[in-house]
């Protein structure tokens, strides 16, 4: 008991439970033991048809994210998915639709001829002349992703590849390409195409000089997340180059956090936050 000094009667003090010091304890009733946990992964499907719609999906989602985040810039910019069942066709956004108003139903198909077998609207003829040649020069890819990003444009023009300033940026350490070929120039012929695509034929990403950034991705959320992070990076280089010179990381460190962020795996969950996101705000993408 607790004695006060004015007389009055004592307070009891708190009464605390007893805890078994050898039980894991509980909390609100739920024991503090391991618990099962909800798979996080890329997931599987049944049928063709459930993985076409997933890729559409996740499309539509990746077109709505980069709009949002100001990479939409007059009828520049696209993104196209491989079809899973006609690996020489690709799903892709309309040519000047704005990506904040792209739905599932609006995507366009189209064969590595540029014709559009699905769709009533144009496409892109720059989509389709360097998407198609990427695809054709790498069956692994099935998504690439390119926009007139701000930063990745100015990035673009210094003509360099990204540096390990950041954990970030080791994403694409050893892992991106300088593409000085047809740079600047508006890439409409099918040649050109078949050039930027011989000089990409390995890696998640590309600068090409003078345009801007190119990422590719073994899912749509993956190449969508690359595209994202390398133009954050180029904001971040830019940003450091211009208070002084920053320096580098490591080339073993730059080479150990590539190997855990880098990976496929990791684009595809980088991807998650911003699906749900913008699932939540814009579920009329998925009409």
Request: proline content about 6%; overall charge negative; charged content about 20%.
């Given at each position: ?89 690709f799903w892709v956004n309309p040519f000047a639709l704005s990506f904040n108003r792209v739905r599932v ?59 390990p300033i950041t954990q970030d940026c080791c994403i ?116």
């Amino acid at each position: 008991m607790h004695i006060r000094q004015d007389g009055a009667k004592p307070l009891p003090l708190p009464c605390h439970r007893m805890v078994d010091p050898h039980g894991p304890g509980a909390i609100d009733g739920i024991p503090l033991t391991a618990k099962p946990l909800r798979e996080l992964a890329p997931p599987r499907f049944n049928t063709v048809a459930e993985e076409r719609l997933h890729r559409k999906q996740r499309l539509a989602g990746a077109l709505r994210i980069f709009g949002r985040l100001g990479f939409g810039e007059g009828v520049a910019g696209h993104i196209t998915a491989r079809d899973p069942e006609f690996p020489d066709h690709f799903w892709v956004n309309p040519f000047a639709l704005s990506f904040n108003r792209v739905r599932v139903s609006d995507l366009l198909l189209v064969n590595h001829a540029g014709e559009v077998v699905i769709g009533d609207r144009p496409v892109n003829r720059a989509a389709f002349v360097l998407h198609a040649a990427i695809h054709a020069r790498r069956p692994e890819v099935i998504a690439a992703a390119h926009a007139h990003s701000p930063y990745g444009k100015a990035f673009a023009s210094l003509g360099k590849r990204l540096d390990p300033i950041t954990q970030d940026c080791c994403i694409f350490f050893n892992d991106h390409q300088l593409i000085q070929a047809d740079g600047g120039k508006v890439v409409l012929e099918e040649a050109s195409g078949r050039t930027f695509a011989g000089h990409f034929l390995t890696g998640k990403a590309a600068i090409h000089q003078n345009h801007g950034l190119f990422t590719v991705g073994e899912s749509v959320d993956a190449a969508a997340f690359w595209f994202i992070a390398m133009e954050r990076c180029c904001q971040s280089q830019l940003l450091a180059e211009a208070a002084g010179t920053p320096a580098l990381i490591r080339q073993e460190w730059a080479t150990y956090t590539h190997s855990n962020i880098g990976t496929a795996q990791a684009g595809w969950f980088g991807f998650q936050s911003f699906w749900e996101d913008i699932l939540h705000s814009d579920p009329d993408l998925l009409e």
